[in-house]
């Protein structure tokens, strides 16, 4: 099992340590310390006031070895009618060990697996999401010299109130096989056809893949999801090592996620501990202002969690995945709008992640 319940009884070594707004370097004694209007140590600084416009601020900056084994983090999510993309204009970042190149680099809301610029419930191990917009994320995250985060506002306009806490736990020494976490986001506004649209490319090194985030909106008609996802290890090249048999049976589910109900064929939304699809746009029209959801183009979220069965690499991995539907007359090549976070852990230096694409580009169609 990929938890034991033991565990919770083993006493373990280690310095338990949290960092918030109110005691941004984790320091031992120093939490809750600021004054509000209730006087001393009252809720004092719960919060970052304000993210400013094209501001970067460190959420976290931790010096030794460690942990971080669970983060918290809330936002609203829109500042107004013209910036409503609020959780794909901010960027995530995570630096281990002093590294100048980031090691997890994706706009805050894909990383919790709500994409879209949406939030929305998401009930699995690693990754929770709860009402309303509570992003919550429990990979292990090693260091060993020092841990950086940083949240970086792309939006014109100030970001109000942004809560977060990272608990994390210091350590004498880390296991030598312990290897370090990274995320990468990707996007192809349209796929080309023919051609498998690349999850995770050019991770150079050792380590195991551990999960697949996708946000797919689909830009033709009928079933999209008859798709392989592809993993080509350790110098592959024209043909894969594994191979799956399909968009859907790769995220769990079958049959195109499908049940019959007063004659209408119908798309089942799920959340599992390792697999879900939790989000589907066409089940949940919901109003923003003065304007109705119901001209979405049908977007999809799905989720997996490779933690019993990751994908181990000694030297190189590529992941990709096809575009291939199916209608009446068969298998076709298609063309759709997919996102992607693929999820890791491999030893360091990494390969430095291409340019993240431009923040009016990352907007939802």
């Avoid at 669970?70 to 107004?80: F, L, P, R």
């Amino acid at each position: 099992m990929y938890w034991d319940m033991d565990q919770a009884a083993r006493l373990q070594e280690g310095y338990s340590r949290s960092i918030n707004w109110e005691n941004r370097t984790g320091e031992k004694g120093k939490g809750g310390m600021a004054a509000s209007v209730l006087g001393p140590s009252r809720k004092g600084s719960p919060c970052i006031p304000c993210v400013h416009a094209h501001e970067t601020v460190t959420l976290a900056q931790i010096e030794g070895t460690g942990i971080i084994r669970h983060i918290w983090m809330t936002v609203t999510d829109k500042v107004s009618d013209r910036n409503r993309y609020v959780l794909r204009d901010l960027v995530l970042r995570m630096y281990w060990d002093g590294e100048t190149e980031p090691s997890v680099e994706t706009p805050l809301g894909d990383f919790f697996c709500c994409g879209f610029g949406e939030a929305y419930t998401v009930n699995s191990l690693p990754v929770v999401v709860n009402p309303t917009r509570g992003f919550n994320c429990y990979f292990s995250m090693p260091f060993r010299r020092s841990a950086r985060i940083t949240l970086e506002n792309q939006c014109d306009e100030d970001i109000p109130a942004f809560f977060y806490q990272i608990d994390y736990c210091l350590k004498h020494s880390l296991p030598e096989d312990m290897g370090y976490f990274h995320a990468q986001w990707r996007r192809s506004r349209m796929t080309e056809k023919t051609k498998d649209y690349v999850i995770l490319d050019q991770a150079k090194g050792k380590g195991q893949y551990i999960g697949t985030y996708i946000a797919l909106t689909a830009l033709e008609r009928y079933w999209y999801g008859e798709g392989e996802v592809k993993f080509y290890l350790d110098g592959d090249t024209e043909y894969p090592t594994i191979c799956g048999t399909g968009m859907e049976d790769y995220f769990g589910g079958a049959w195109s996620f499908a049940s019959q109900e007063n004659g209408k064929t119908v798309e089942n939304t799920f959340c599992t501990p390792f697999l879900g699809y939790p989000y589907y746009s066409c089940h949940d029209m919901r109003v923003h202002n003065d304007y109705h959801t119901d001209d979405h183009l049908p977007q999809r979220s799905f989720y997996r969690w490779h933690l019993p069965d990751p994908i181990l690499f000694e030297k190189d991995l590529r992941v990709t995945i096809q575009q291939i539907g199916v209608s009446h007359g068969g298998l076709f090549e298609r063309q759709d709008d997919l996102a992607s976070v693929a999820y890791w852990y491999q030893t360091e230096p990494h390969q430095p992640f291409e340019p993240l694409m431009e923040r009016k580009e990352r907007w939802p169609r």
